[in-house]
Nanobody, 114 residues
C-alpha cells in the first residue's frame, strides 16, 4: 500500500487544518485493515502516535490531542482524514499516515505559529 498525505501548512494558534491520506493501491480494503493511524514527529523528538481508527470504526487518541483532533474515514474507501482544531504551537510536526505492518506516507508539515 502506498500512502500520500496532503493538507499540511502554516496556521496560527487556535486555527484548524484537515490532513488527508490516500491509499494508491486499488486492492486496498479498509475493512481488511485492522488499524489506520496518524503519527507525528517534531524536530528532535521521537515519532509519536496521534490517532488511530480500527476497521470497526473505533478511534483512539493521544492525550495531548483528545477533544481537538478527529480521525475519520472518507466516503472513498481509500481515503481518511485527520481534522485538527484549536491547534497549538506544540502541534508543529511532520504528520505521517501509517497502515500496518509497514506502510508509511512521506509526511506533511504542519506549522502552528504563536
Amino acid at each position: 500500500v502506498q500512502l500520500v498525505e496532503s493538507g499540511g501548512g502554516l496556521v496560527q494558534a487556535g486555527g484548524s487544518l484537515r490532513l488527508s491520506c490516500v491509499a494508491s493501491e486499488t486492492s486496498f480494503r479498509f475493512l481488511s485493515i485492522d488499524i489506520i493511524a496518524w503519527y507525528r514527529q517534531a524536530p528532535g523528538k521521537q515519532r509519536e502516535m496521534v490517532a488511530d481508527i480500527s476497521s470497526s470504526g473505533r478511534t483512539n487518541y493521544a492525550d495531548s490531542v483528545k477533544g481537538r483532533f478527529t480521525i475519520s474515514k472518507g466516503n472513498a474507501k481509500d481515503t481518511f482524514y485527520l481534522d485538527m482544531d484549536s491547534l497549538k504551537p506544540e502541534d508543529t510536526a511532520v504528520y505521517y499516515c501509517f497502515s500496518p505492518p509497514s506502510s508509511w506516507g512521506q509526511g506533511t508539515q504542519v506549522t502552528v505559529s504563536s
